[in-house]
């Protein structure tokens, strides 16, 4: 009877919850300073992704029209790029490190054009660009000076309907999502995965469902996000605790390769939620910068220790898009660039 009443409770628990779209994020704190950040991103095309290195120095602009949120990057960093109009995933040189994810309940507030706004494919930028632990983020967006606004994805099918998560050096996570018009923020160590649909607090609360069960019991095994959410959840938290790059960035890999979607999978009405592209994994401790892409074999790496960061130094670009294979550290690899423009959204 107790494993009827499992499988009918767990059934119960997918069914009811929003069809599930694309990506997972763990953060793992092992020994000796080590943490480490993994991500899949999910999506049923390709995403035409490179990678670039950008110095501190930079002046920006939030892409909004007239009154567009202006800065100058404090801090370098490494970035994963989306389509060329947005960065998408990446860790600056004090190892912040944010990613971005789909959230189909996003509700953003009603554009307050008094205040300067930020387009939604910089929001990743603007926290690498400017801050150095998650804590640093946290009190300054919670002051409320500036809007994120977003727009229709390029295709125009659709509102880019987006939230975002950060970790640090200190093993320190923050969530941020916009909710009704109104924009939540989970700041805690203890949330380290992340997931998308349902919202976060909600997520929080199957997980807890799961942990009950206890993971060596039984774990959700579909491509749902809530799925998705107690299998990396539970694996993380197994994982023993390590000092040693080499077996943490490997350990991290195994857990996001879990929640992996085959490739070649989709869902039916839900494009974002299929197959995984790629992965990244960021040491920041070590601040090194790991990818791996699902259509060739190898994993490599960029430290961002091996850059030249510096005001005025050049922007550098790792190409991917045309199905270039790399090897290993691939520091010799970059190519002095012109960055690409976030999307912007008119005034």
């Not at 995933?89 to 930020?118: F, H, I, Q, T």
């Not at 490599?300 to 050049?314: E, I, R, T, Y």
Request: some cysteine.
């Amino acid at each position: 009877m107790k494993r009827i009443y499992l499988f009918i409770v767990g059934f119960i628990c997918l069914v009811t919850i929003p069809k599930a779209n694309a990506c997972t994020r763990v953060v793992y704190t092992g020994d000796n300073g080590m943490v480490v950040t993994g991500r899949t991103m999910d999506w049923k095309t390709e995403m035409h992704s490179n990678i670039w290195v950008f110095p501190r120095g930079m002046e920006r602009s939030g892409e909004t029209g007239s009154n567009s949120l202006k800065w100058t990057s404090k801090y370098g960093s490494v970035v994963t790029s989306v389509f060329e109009i947005a960065s998408t995933d990446g860790m600056n040189e004090k190892g912040l490190v944010a990613n971005l994810l789909w959230l189909n309940e996003s509700v953003y507030p009603a554009w307050d054009k008094s205040k300067p706004g930020l387009t939604i494919a910089a929001w990743v930028q603007y926290m690498l660009d400017n801050f150095a632990s998650v804590d640093e983020a946290v009190s300054f967006v919670g002051k409320n000076s500036f809007q994120v606004v977003s727009d229709k994805m390029p295709d125009g099918s659709r509102l880019a309907t987006l939230h975002l998560a950060i970790s640090d050096a200190k093993g320190d996570s923050a969530i941020f999502e916009y909710i009704d018009g109104k924009l939540n923020i989970y700041h805690s160590k203890d949330y380290n995965v992340m997931t998308n649909s349902p919202t976060y607090d909600k997520q929080l609360a199957l997980n807890d469902y799961w942990k009950s069960i206890g993971g060596l019991t039984f774990l959700p095994g579909t491509n749902r996000a809530a799925d998705r959410f107690a299998r990396a959840s539970f694996y993380i938290d197994a994982l023993p605790k390590i000092g040693d790059e080499k077996l943490a960035v490997a350990s991290v890999f195994s857990v996001i390769r879990n929640a992996s979607v085959p490739y070649g999978i989709s869902t039916p009405d839900s494009p974002e939620i299929s197959t995984t592209q790629w992965r990244t994994v960021s040491d920041s401790k070590n601040l090194t910068y790991f990818f791996e892409s699902s259509l060739t074999p190898n994993t490599f790496w960029v430290n961002l220790q091996d850059m030249n960061l510096s005001k005025g130094a050049p922007v550098l670009k790792l190409s991917l898009a045309n199905g270039e294979t790399y090897n290993g550290n691939t520091i010799n690899n970059f190519k002095v660039s012109q960055p690409f423009k976030f999307l912007g959204v008119n005034d």
